[in-house]
């Protein structure tokens, strides 16, 4: 299928509220990772949103985001077109308002995420109107995410020492002033490594800003930062209040990693010389009788073992997020 657009992305955050639903938005810095989203998104029939960060798009860019944003959003298109699922990119906890705009320009993603949420609500206010009115302006066909609150932790360089909670009342003003189409919202999660057991969720909070936004006649998705601990039960609970994007990142971070150490830990002489044996590696062991298995050390062949790891971790939260067998395009 296509790499889809703005327009096309709305229809299915529709899809998710009237059926319950969530998109598990998936952050990616390199392709392993975005190809086994796609395999594991494509096993179980469900769309797939790719997320790419100001640092992602940067560190992909080899420290030109714009660069990075080009490779990336072609590397996704190619790859795309060999599933028949929808696929779709939200640029993640956006800042820099150049970047922005080049975003837009390129016509690569399907949406994209002002996060001035560390700012006062004014601010706020301000910042997320000004992407929404830029959009307008340039009649782009992407969806705008704004956040109100503060999640605790870090992500992509923006660090919040504790939560402030999200205010249903000041949701339904932020969202009538600046007119963004989702709505990230501050209900006990947390950025980075966390545990489940030890977060303050309040899905009665998600309730109540899900409650207020309808009263005043707003139907805005909304958006779950910081997910990665959040377990299988207590994510469900929260999909129940109008959440329909579901991030995660830490989550395959790990899995990448781990995937790679339990792979190397299998057979470490295959890699590192055994004790005794001199570690020449500037002459390839040239004069020792040891040398190294290609057949471990290939990166491919770890490549393919991360991408099988990513596609049955998100395979399964697909299950849990209730977007398995949703997919408009299959």
Known sequence: MPFYRGNELAKVYD????????LIASNIAEPNVMMGLMEGAARENSDLLLQLSGGAATFAGNEDPVSGLKAMGTYIESIAEQYDIGVFLNMDHQTDMDFIEAQMDLGIPSSIMIDASHEPFEENVERSREVVQM???????????????????????????????????????????????????????????AKGKDLELRPDLARDIRVALRDHGLDTPLVLHGSSGVQPDQLQEMLQHGICKVNKDTRYQYEYTRTAFDHYREDPEAIVPPEGVEDARDTFFNETEWSPNKDVFDPRVVGRKIRERIADVHADLTHVSGSANQSRYV
């Open 15 to 22: 899809d998710a509220l009237d059926e319950g639903f969530g």
């Open 135 to 193: 959009k307008e302006d340039k009649g782009a066909d992407v969806l705008i995410e704004a956040e109100l609150g503060q999640i605790k932790g870090v992500e992509d360089e923006i660090e919040a020492e504790e939560a402030f909670y999200t205010d249903p009342e000041q949701a339904v003003e932020f969202v009538d002033r600046t007119g963004c189409d989702l709505l990230a919202i501050s209900v006990g999660t947390q950025h980075g490594v």
